[in-house]
Every structure is written in C-alpha cells, then in structure tokens.
C-alpha cells in the first residue's frame, strides 16, 4: 500500500509499516504511547541502523587501513561504504566526502583550515540571525583571532532572507565567507542555497552551507547548489551519534592543511616534517566512527528506500497540517513562513501565558516529546523578541495523528494554566 500526500508524492510503503521499523516507538509514557515530535534535535533510528551498528561489532569488528586480516576487510568496506553512500546521497565525490563527529566539528574544522589561510584583517565574514550557534560561534572566534568582522543578514517578518541585501553587502564589504543555514532549525525557512551561492562566488566569497535539518527531509545535491562546503550530522537523519558529514570541493581540500595530526592522515612521517594523505584521509586523523559509518550507510539507505522526493512531500504536508492546527490554538504565535512550501517539516511556536519550558513539561505527560528553549539559536530569538519558542519536528515515521496528539496536550496545558 502506497501513501499519498496532499502533493501527489507517494511514500513507497504505508506509515503503519514505516511505524514498525523504529522500536522505541512501542514505548510508552505516563501510560500512553509515544509521539516523538523531537527529530530536529535527534531522530529515532530504524531497526536496520541498530542492526548494521550491532552487526558490526558482532561480525566484523577491527581497525580500519591498518591490517590486512579478513575482519580488517569487513570493517574498512563498510567504513568505506558509508561514505560511499553518504556521497552518491548528497552527489558528491567519495573524495570530497569528509566523515567527522558531527555538523559542529564540520564547520569548525574549515575555519581552522581553510579560513585561517583565507581570512585576515579586514576581510568580512557574512552569517544570517537564524543560524545556530554552531554556524556563529566558530565565527566569532575566528573573526577576534585574524582581526575580521562579523556581519550578519536580517530575517525579515516573513522568515526570510533579503537578497538584495545580500547583494549590498557583497558590493560594499571584503566578504571572503558566507555561511548560512539551508534550513532553520527555528524559523523552517528553506533558503535559496543556489541563488545565494552564485551572488556570493560572483563577488570573489566563499560559501559554507550547514545542513543539519536539510539532508533529513530534502533531496541535496552539493554540485546543483554551488556550495564550497556542506556541513551535516547522522543522528537527525536517521543514523547513530557520533558520526557527521563536511563536503568540501576538492580544489578546496587539497591546498588546505590538516585539521588533526595523527594516524592515518600522513603520506610519511620524518623526524622533523611530514607529508599528508590525499583528501578526505587528510582530515580523518585515527581510528574513525566505523560502527557509526555503518549505521549511518543504512540510514542513507531507508531513506533511498523510501525517496527524497516523498520524504520531503511527507515532511511537506505534514508542517502543513501542523502550521494550520496551531495557528487555530487561541494565543498561539507560529514562526517561520506562512506558505508551506517555503518550510521544512517543523513548527516553533509560543502560546500566550505559558512558557515554552512548561508547555515541554506538560507535553510529556501526555506522552508528547518536543523540544523547548532557544534552540541554539540566541540571536535569532532576540530577532523575534521572545526568550524561547515550542518546536514540534517531524520526521518519516509522524503522522497526522501526531500533530493531533500535540495539539491535545496543548490544549490540556491551557486548561492547566485556564486559559
């Protein structure tokens, strides 16, 4: 049986039988199922990333480019074959494709490479206020060590970004980097990556693109968007902890210097200099994630199963629905877009009289798990004049159902606060 969206997309497969491939979702709370409405923080995970984890470590368990005994095999194809997989997913090349611990270390890892060499006294580095704090603080640091400035774009009312500002500042400032958000953990803005990418390499700028919340929910590919570099994380699409993702042009990876000194990322080592592998073994220094590449090459995998096309359509229709029940709720301030289709599959909302911390607390009485707070995302939260927002996130597994579960246990907190 096919599932349809309101967008004509199918899900290969029916939601109940998607439902029964993630386990936790047999737990209950409070003596209620589960709704887990948390993914922008960290997805569940299917059966057949706890496998290929369990799998690993029951079969195949050894070090990888060091032995040449058979499990050392087993273990270098499928460390190799996640990035393999991770690449092929977002159309990238194996040997741009860098394995790090996470979306945070990604980024940080290009400022301590690549813009260190690029990024000097004077120059600008051109952020916006919706990103999180992993995609500002590597900044203002870099910015305070090598006498740069810090810019940032304004989100308009709408939650969007204005290009011609963009633009403006492109024409007056040294801008050597821009680096943004594709999707907003916050405002479910999806940025145009590609219309920002070509006026941004047009004034000489160099573009770094985090995408934690996209690669859950969006078909990516690096190439079609322009980016220079592509920074996500496994565990919101599916796959471990513990394991992420930076894509670097390779022209890029090759003239910059190691992130780490160690194993596996040198070509020779002598007394008193060394020479470095190629890309990405360059920037992979020890012994790496392997069970977690092997997680997330099935993770990569159920979301082929599934489509990137119908998981967006999923993702799609179901902030829809979500975006049309909360904005009904008396005193309910929904952020982010108003039209749908500019949105990822997320709502950040606040309801009058009750802080968001309290909202989280009496959700999960209901069995309901949301997340409450900044959202790492500080700046942005002054943006809209609040201290913290409600985030309901939703990923393959979420259902209508779901939302009307959280709009349930909304609707008892208000009766809590009687309101």
Not at 3 to 9: C, D, F, I, M, N
């Given at each position: ?29 409070n ?30 368990n ?13 273990a ?5 074959g ?26 940080n ?30 900044w ?21 970004l ?10 007056r ?12 953990n916050?405002?479910?803005?999806i ?37 220079d ?12 902890t ?74 799609r ?5 979500a ?17 749908p ?44 004049g ?24 909304l ?9």
């Amino acid at each position: 049986m096919e599932v349809t969206t309101a967008q004509g997309t199918a899900l290969p497969r029916s939601l109940e039988d998607i439902r029964a491939d993630f386990p936790i979702l047999e737990r209950r709370i409070n003596g209620k199922s589960l709704v887990y409405v948390d993914n922008g923080a960290t997805s569940q995970k299917p059966l057949a990333v706890i496998e290929a984890i369990d799998s690993y470590y029951r079969n195949s368990n050894a070090n990888v480019h060091r032995s040449m005994h058979e499990l050392a095999a087993d273990a270098e194809r499928l460390y190799e074959g996640g990035r393999a997989a991770v690449a092929e997913l977002i159309g990238a090349d194996p040997r741009e494709t860098i394995f790090v611990r996470n979306a945070t270390e990604a980024i940080n890892l290009v400022r301590f490479t690549w813009a260190r060499e690029h990024v000097s006294s004077g120059d600008v580095v051109l952020i916006t206020e919706m990103e999180h704090h992993s995609n500002v603080v590597p900044w203002q640091l870099l910015c305070e060590e090598r006498g740069a400035t810090l810019d940032y774009l304004t989100v308009g009312a709408d939650g969007a970004l204005d290009l011609d500002e963009l633009d403006a500042k492109l024409a007056r400032e040294k801008v050597k980097l821009v680096a943004f958000t594709h999707v907003s953990n916050v405002l479910a803005t999806i940025n145009p990556v590609a219309e920002i990418a070509a006026r941004a390499h047009s004034a000489g700028a160099v573009v770094l693109v985090d995408g934690a919340q996209a690669v859950p929910q969006l078909p990516v590919n690096v190439k079609e968007l322009g980016a220079d570099f592509y920074a996500f994380t496994g565990h919101k699409m599916l796959g471990p902890t513990g394991i992420g993702v930076l894509y670097g042009r390779r022209e890029l990876l090759e003239q910059m210097p190691p992130f780490l000194g160690g194993g596996s990322m040198i070509k020779a080592v002598g007394r008193d200099s060394s020479t470095w592998a190629p890309p990405p073994a360059k920037f992979e220094a020890g012994t790496p994630a392997i069970a977690e590449a092997a997680g997330l090459a099935a993770a990569v995998a159920y979301l082929n199963g599934l489509g990137m096309e119908a998981v967006r359509a999923h993702e799609r229709e179901l902030g829809a629905y979500a975006l049309e029940r909360l904005s009904a709720l008396p005193g309910a301030t929904v952020h982010g877009p108003a039209d749908p289709s500019a949105r990822a599959g997320l709502v950040s909302f606040t309801l009058e009289g009750i802080h968001p911390h309290d909202l989280a607390e009496l959700c999960n009485r209901e069995a309901v798990c949301i997340r409450a707070g900044h959202h790492c995302a500080q700046p942005l939260m002054r943006r809209l004049g609040v201290a913290a927002t409600a985030r309901a996130s939703f990923s393959v597994f979420n259902t209508r159902d779901d939302v009307d579960r959280l709009v349930e246990a909304l609707e008892s907190a208000r009766a809590v606060f009687d309101l």
